[in-house]
């Protein structure tokens, strides 16, 4: 069966040629949830790099981003819904801001990140935007393009493992294209239009990211934030998103979690 399919892929590659190449995800869905879980394995081996914090003693800040991922998984938006975990996990370090997601719906965020920002519609529009990297496989189409076919006939096969575990260790520090990062942004914008939620908070933190000198990882590739909060505005605007909420004071007892 798995041979088939990678002779389908060939097949499908010498029909369309490069152009096309560039744009198809070579990896097939159901491994998205599989190199997810081996990405979270290793982040939790690795508390070193990943110091998260335990969901143990931390129920009420975990019940927190749970409910905020809760409302956008219910928006109506989210392809993966149901078969992906969509698990959250923090990481206790308040000098990153930042936040990621692994394909297959596993969602990390920074305390630095939770921190920085300051309303519940600006952390749910980080979340979106994570949760639509994961849902719209952004990384897998991103390793498709850069691995190309070798690697996927690996996956499909279950070979070159040593490959295998470092493309799982680089998809936590992946960079997406440009295209990607604007895809996530207006996803984040449609998901959170889908809530009570405002859906300008998708574009607080590029808001509060303005004239600060050095982006973070998170940024380095991305249009740049002016940019991106005008196209976020607008969006928000032609969607009608009717949504007010934003809950300033119960985030900042939120962040005193921390
Ligand atoms: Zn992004």
């Not at 927190?64 to 989210?78: A, D, P, R």
């Not at 969509?86 to 630095?112: H, R």
């Not at 990211?209 to 991305?222: A, D, E, I, N, W």
């Not at 505005?233 to 004071?249: F, H, M, P």
């Amino acid at each position: 069966m798995k041979k088939i399919l990678i002779l389908a892929i060939i097949a499908s590659l010498a029909t369309f040629g490069c152009k096309v190449l560039r744009n198809i995800n070579l990896i097939p869905e159901s491994q998205d949830k599989e190199l997810g879980q081996q990405l979270n394995l290793e982040i939790q081996n690795n508390p070193k790099e990943y110091p998260l914090l335990q969901k143990k003693g931390n129920e009420a800040a975990y019940a927190y981003v749970e409910k905020l991922v809760k409302n956008i998984l219910n928006s109506g938006q989210i392809k993966h819904k149901d078969d992906y975990p969509w698990d959250v996990s923090i990481i206790d370090n308040d000098t990153i801001l930042n936040a990621f997601a692994s394909p297959g719906g596993y969602v990390y965020v920074y305390t630095g990140l939770i921190k920085f920002l300051d309303s519940e519609d600006q952390l749910i529009g980080v979340l979106g935007h994570e949760i639509a990297h994961a849902d719209l496989r952004h990384s897998t189409s991103q390793m498709s393009q850069r691995y190309g076919t070798q690697l996927s006939a690996d996956i499909l096969l279950g070979k070159n493992a040593a490959m295998v575990k470092e493309i799982v260790s680089g998809l936590a520090g992946l960079s997406y294209s440009r295209n990607h990062e604007s895809q996530a942004d207006e996803y984040a914008v449609r998901y959170t239009c889908g809530t009570e939620y405002n859906a300008k908070g998708v574009a607080g933190f590029f808001e509060k990211m303005k004239g600060r000198p050095s982006p973070p990882q998170f940024l380095s590739t991305h249009p740049n934030p002016e940019n991106r909060v005008k196209a976020i505005n607008k969006l928000a605007d032609s969607l009608k998103c009717g949504g007010r909420v934003t809950n300033e004071a119960a985030y900042a007892l939120f962040k005193k979690k921390f």
